[in-house]
């Protein structure tokens, strides 16, 4: 499971084993291209389908049409989606043959030489400049700063736009520039991976450079393939992992595709129409085979022998069979895929979804499941940086006990905190330290002598500028040497650890040892209780935990500051401990938080800090709209419970009281989270009938116990539930959550902007990702991304809505016409003896299935029922997309119905209009294709909505066009159909016949769908109506958006218990009056009640299963 | 739509000025299209629109239907059925054995003019219960002496004895073989031949350099023999007949009268009674017609387009009194109550 890399060892068998450095993204050779591509294309069912049919078509004794009306399309569907691959697979051997062509320097036996990327082997020592291309996965061992500091740009690897640092190892510390080619070691690393964020390898330099020792390697020692070298004159490392081989290549995968719920229910209709083909195919062939034996016989003109080949009985149902083969539509899928590769681009194009502020497009990466935005049930919501800005500015804080910044709402412009500042209060002067130097954060002098700070975290930039701004400015940060400008003084630090910050410790340290008195002291940052539990044991944590619920109330964010002074030996004990976690290779992040957890202990609490996120424009409308619409929203956010209480109060999530009821799910033992969870379904369920509000809350520790051991307890309760909010959970139960989710068969939609929401946004059914300042990270992994979270509203009402009802239509008007031609040919067969014999000729079938049928109905791609204002206006129009009612089986059974009726019209119209000497078989198949094509004209423009110019060139240029390319066929003497169809335009009685079938097979469907129209409309035809006979639609429930501001709902300091948590924040179980009051104060929920809510309850349970 | 491009404009300042190295993004350009915003009709179906339509639909039909009526009844048509008659009464419990056996098949019939019938009167003769539509051809061997040994679709009459059928295929080898002649008055009736097939197909389809050959030479006899020595594009018979019938009742042009027969004459008709129907219960029939604009005698169109005209009219009064009894607001927003309850859709 390891590989040992030989630092510059030409001789090495290393450079055998391991691949070079050619990188290869291409999924096919020119050798292998057909047979591969041929191959996928025919693992899907409907190829497969299509294939045998056309293979049985080759067998001329049972082929009722000529091979080519199967051949024909299905070559051509082929030949379509093949050279789509072969382009985008010579797009991708292009870009491959650049990054392989580029040149780099490498060391071949020990001199420098210029060398084409590709050649680069594991052991290599390479060279790179500033701007350069990380060629390769590398391992630093030389840089031209003197601290051995490069800076990396990751953007391509993670999509983070911040500058990072990258460090050499301290083993080749020192080493003269001179003699870095020559260097000689190994490297013991595992094998390749794709987690970007963890190396955990060793090195050791062999003689003649000292340092026998083994050298830790983490990420911070290595430079990524495809990042880029930026403010560094040059570096130089090792390479270890290459080609294809490396983080990037390895993390680079064809994502599973998603289905649409659409796609589930087109192919189980097709599965249905598939049985009912064969039904259709064993009857018929039967009843022919029947026929044949008694009365064919008698026919003696037909010549029938007596005794046939063994397969005789096996000749008409075949015959049937691919007569009956185009009842599953060849074009269904093309068409869709055209389709659904436009409503991307629509996204995509969409100006109003431009986030303005950074010029970012919305962004449909996935193009195939537009339709799913118009069914999503349950959206979950990540809270930082989605519904809020992720924009942390430092508002108030709590040093010592003393509350800064609650009168102004700003300490920094509170006269007390500035005065203690000037005064060098010593509780502050700690206080402002640890927020300066307790951080990552990098600053860079720019040219102007400004002092920017690169920071990967929000919250840290927010420190260090607040912290700036109250004198105790971090000026640079030069290797381990940290300055600090204080007033007039400056001070120096010299870093010695970071005990880094995970998730799962919820905290930070880092250890300094302060230059000016050379004591060593621990600086911590992290959550309340991941740092008030590990105080010194006389302190008091009262007021910080008080000062913490306080200002979580407010919706701000609190980190709690801490500092210890340590001694000299009691460092460097531990030191050694954590520099042998560092260079484990198992479990290392386990061992180092084990060990980290060693020296973070009786720690002296300085204060909190208060950073306040700002929720984005629009979050409180876009979420009331969505919920109006029908949309279940559930919170998971890793916040604070209180926090994350107050931002889903404000922007609309849940209702305040007495509309809303929150139920809260805690405890620490199994058997209390099992208790509150019956409480809290006990209430659920009773409460169901009214037109209530009501969301749990759920912390993450209470919620490892309910997944683990109630879990269908728990599935109970989020289906009973519209709201949750899912508190300090981690990015895995974010994931576990949307599964639990999809496996009640509830459409999601989760949404995300940072690296912790990346497995949630895999897991949902649409991951949407807002490419917002904790990079790119959520947006690549997403479906969709989008700017600001206000645009989710467009992407699922507009876009999803609009996709939905047009692929419903697409996909069920394909099967209508295939199934009309497909039903007049059966009842062709009883007039012709059943034999299986074809009513239509070859060209005639080919061109109406891929041509004359498939045109026109792709202009309904622009096709609107309504217009984009009504629905904004009417979200709750959303719920016939969520239904399904679109597209449904009962819907089709209406298509399958139509095409029966038309079939019935078309048939019995044409073979008694054009019977006795009229009775050619050219001329009744001519007529009898001339009324289907005039009818879907028809029927098409009776399904649509909106007619624009492309709408009308679609439909009436596609009939002119049948007539253009008829004549063209009928004059082309060796078609069967020569002269066909001047013969039959010269013809009085062919007109007569065909407005006959057009108005005997349109007049029922306009009448009923004028009654229904108007006597049973659905709400969508209401609102058409509405909307078209002008003047203002009466909207119930209007969005009057409200502008809401945090900082008045809650009065200051009126905590009353701080871990005052009852599990029902109403009386209606629990009968503690101060139940209530935990909210702060009783203070009115009412505040919030402003406006009249739609009772719109606990409908979608229900609609589910309609 | 002005905001749209207002904001649009915003947006590429926006970006413009702010963090535009951070992404090179595609800004996606303005147009009505990529918007979805074209210009666009959206008509609904309001009650006057229906009513108007279904209205019209019947003021158009009816008269259609009237005029494709009386065009209809124009046609005089004379149809004798004559497959039993033709058969001695002694023959007629084995009419199979009759047809297949070697004895003078003529058969005499008289028929009687019931109204004026103008020229040119066409004769067809009538089959019922015939399945021409499966059978097999080869249109490239008719066409011309190059395609002679495409024969692979004219399984089982494809080949004698190594050489192919001209014409090949059971169509041509299930040719028609009764024979009409007329006489009026003791006069003989002339029924000309020519030009009872297809102009298109003697000239493009039925080959000038093509001659039957083996035709009918195998074990079994089907129905006509043709004469060797006339090449495909003239033997007319056959030319009619190999245009398949799609059902199974069809009529095909024997020839034309050209010459017009009055009320109460009495034609006397001397067939050869040859096709075999009587193995299939097939019926035949001897049908002498007139034509019109719309084609020879055939009530459907003009009654279905009657049936079709008055049903839009009762269609459209019945809105109209719907409409007028029990006036329904379009776009009623009481409808529009989102108590999605379960029943209430």
Known sequence: MKRFVYINDDESPTQEIYCDNRISNRKYTLLNFLPKNLWEQFSRFMNQYFLLIACLQLWSLITPVNPASTWGPLIFIFAVSASKEAWDDYNRYLSDKKANDKEVWVVRQGIKKHLQAQDIHVGNIVWLRENDEVPCDLVLIGTSDPQGLCYLETAALDGETDLKTRAIPSACMGIDSDLLHKIKGVIECPNPDKDIRRFDANLRLFPPFIDNDVCPLTIKNTILQSCYLRNTEWVCGVAVYTGNETKLGMSRGIPEPKLTAMDAMIDKLTGAIFVFQIVVVIVLGIAGNVWKDTEARKHWYVLYPNEGPWYELLVIPLRFELLCSIMIPISIKVSLDLMKGLYAKFIDWDAEMIDHETGCPSHATNTAISEDLGQVEYILTDKTGTLTENKMVFRRCCINGIFYGNESGNALKDARLLNAVASGSPDVIQFLTVMAICNTVIPVQSKTGAILYKAQSQDEDALVQAAAKLHMVFVSKSGNILEIRYNASVLHYEVLEILEFTSERKRMSVVVRDCQNRKIILLSKGADEAILPYTAAGQQTRTFSEAVEQYAQMGLRTLCLAWRELKEDEYHEWSLMFREASSTLVDREWRIAEVCQRLEHDLEALGITAIEDRLQDGVPETIETLRKAGINFWMLTGDKQNTAIQIALSCNFISPEPKGQLLLIDGKTEDEVSRSLERVLLTMSITTSEPKDVAFVVDGWALEILLKHYRKAFTDLAILSRTAICCRVTPSQKAQLVELLKSCDYRTLAVGDGGNDVRMIQQADIGVGISGREGLQAARAADYSIGKFRFLKRLILVHGRYSYNRTAFLSQYSFYKSLLICFIQIFFSFISGVSGTSLFNSVSLMAYNVFYTSIPVLVSVLDKDLSEETVMQHPQILFYCQAGRLLNPSTFAGWFGRSLFHAIVVFIISINAYAYEKSEMEEVAMVALSGCIWLQAFVVTLETNSFTILQHLAIWGNLIAFYVINWIVSAIPSSGMYTIMFRLCGQPSYWITVFLIVAAGMGPILALKYFRYTYRPSKINTLQQAERLGGPILSLGNIEPQPRSLEKEVSPLSITQPKNRSSVYEPLLSDSPNARRSFGSGTPFDFFQSQSRLSSSSYSRNCKDN | ?345
């Open chain 2, 1 to 345: 739509m002005s905001n749209n491009t207002a904001s649009s404009s915003a947006g590429a300042n926006g970006s413009a000025d702010s963090a535009a190295p951070r992404r090179n993004s595609k800004r996606p350009k303005y147009s009505r299209f990529t918007q979805q915003e074209l210009p666009a009709c959206k008509p609904i179906l309001t009650p006057r629109w229906v009513i108007s339509a279904f209205m019209l639909v019947s003021i158009i039909f009816v008269p259609i239907g009237i005029a494709s009526l009386f065009a209809s009844r124009d046609v005089v048509e004379i149809v004798d059925r004559s497959e039993t008659a033709c058969i001695p009464a002694q023959n007629r419990s084995d009419k199979v054995g009759y047809i297949q056996s070697s004895a003078d098949k003529t058969c005499n019939r008289t028929l009687r003019v019931t109204k004026r019938m103008k020229q040119p009167i066409y004769v067809y003769y009538q089959l019922d219960n015939f399945y021409q539509n499966h059978q097999s051809r080869s249109d490239e061997q008719l066409r011309s002496r190059s395609g002679e040994n495409e024969t692979s679709s004219c399984e089982p009459e494809d080949v004698i004895n190594g050489t192919a059928i001209v014409p090949c295929g059971l169509i041509a080898w299930s040719l028609f073989n009764d024979t009409y002649s007329f006489s009026h008055n003791n006069q003989q009736l002339q029924v000309n031949k020519k030009g009872i097939s297809w102009k298109s197909d003697r000239d493009h389809k039925f080959g000038k350099d093509v001659f039957p050959k083996n035709f009918q030479n195998g074990s079994l006899k089907g129905g006509a023999i043709l004469n060797t020595s006339i090449p495909l594009s003239d033997q007319e018979d056959l030319i009619v007949w190999m245009r398949t019938a799609a059902l199974p009742t069809f009529r095909k042009l024997y020839g034309k009268i050209e010459q017009d027969l009055l009320p109460n004459d009495e034609i006397l008709v001397t067939l050869e009674n040859n096709y075999n129907t009587y193995s299939f219960n097939g019926k035949k029939k001897l049908v002498l017609s007139t034509t019109s604009w719309l084609g020879g005698k055939n009530d459907f169109l003009g009654i279905a387009y009657l049936i079709v005209g008055g049903l839009c009219f009762f269609l459209a009064m019945c809105f109209t009194v719907v409409y007028l009894v029990k006036p329904r607001r379009l776009g009623d927003p009481s409808y529009l109550s989102w108590n999605r309850t379960p029943g209430g859709r």
